[in-house]
């Protein structure tokens, strides 16, 4: 089974654009979460998307918006980019089917943004 | 506010001992703790999982206990290789209604195991 894929894997952009990031899950999964990895803040929840619809959102600005498609594919955008915006971002799909259950989640190999 | 704490210093141990490393955490109630394991460059792998009812789970050389009293979850690995250098991560899931999928985790350990 493949695992979650993430692109790009790197990407430079400068202050003020913006930029798209793009997951696939593992077939079957309908759970997608993305997570900011920074070297001072640690793992930061995103946002978690299921069956096309946010259940989820964490402390981020509005600048970092996401959707998922009808595939389970999801994207996460972040616009007008500041320098802050650099990090690891990182999407983990999840078997979760609903709640009371955690499951695990098996993480992608990220997305790593450096803002200019 | 709500905190998790990993030992933010590297945990140096030599091949063949037994690794802990320790997570501590307050203003949660989770329902399951669980350990990842991230290398250089890499997303983070899933380990082992905690229900708040367990006491300890164990996988091979890999040990997790967990006290909702202490709030705290120690993570041991016996007979430490080289192979298990690597950033060890905690993560709490409060299973909340309002709160799918929304795993916290603390900032990580780095274990290095010298041969």
């Known amino acids: 089974k493949a695992g979650v894929t993430q692109t790009p894997r790197y990407l430079i952009k400068t202050r003020g654009q913006q930029v798209t990031l793009s997951c696939s899950p593992i077939?079957?999964?309908?759970?997608v979460s993305w997570y900011q990895q920074t070297p001072g803040q640690g793992l930061q929840f995103l946002f978690e998307?299921?069956?096309?619809?946010?259940?989820n959102k964490g402390n981020f600005p509005g600048r970092f918006s996401g959707r998922q498609f009808s595939n389970s594919r999801s994207e996460m955008n972040v616009s007008t980019l500041e320098l802050g915006d650099s990090a690891l971002y990182l999407c983990a799909s999840s078997p979760r089917p609903d709640r009371g259950y955690p499951g695990e989640l098996f993480f992608g190999e990220g997305s790593r943004l450096t803002v200019l | 506010s709500q905190k998790i704490e990993q030992n933010s210093e590297a945990l140096n141990i030599q091949e063949g001992k037994t690794a802990t490393l320790t997570c501590n955490y307050t203003?949660?109630?989770?329902?399951?703790l669980q350990w990842y394991r991230q290398d250089p460059g890499r997303g983070p792998v899933f380990l082992l999982l905690?229900?708040?009812?367990?006491k300890e789970k164990r996988k091979e050389r890999l040990k997790v206990t967990f006290d909702t009293t202490l709030k705290q979850s120690l993570f041991h690995i016996t007979a430490s290789q080289p192979a298990d250098s690597a950033t060890y991560l905690c993560a709490l899931d409060t299973c909340d209604l309002d709160n799918f999928n929304k795993f916290y985790f603390g900032s990580g350990t780095k274990l290095n195991v010298k041969p």
């Open positions: 203003n949660y109630s989770p329902a399951y």
């Open positions: 077939s079957g999964h309908r759970s």
């Open positions: 905690i229900r708040e009812n367990e």
């Open positions: 998307y299921f069956s096309e619809t946010q259940r």
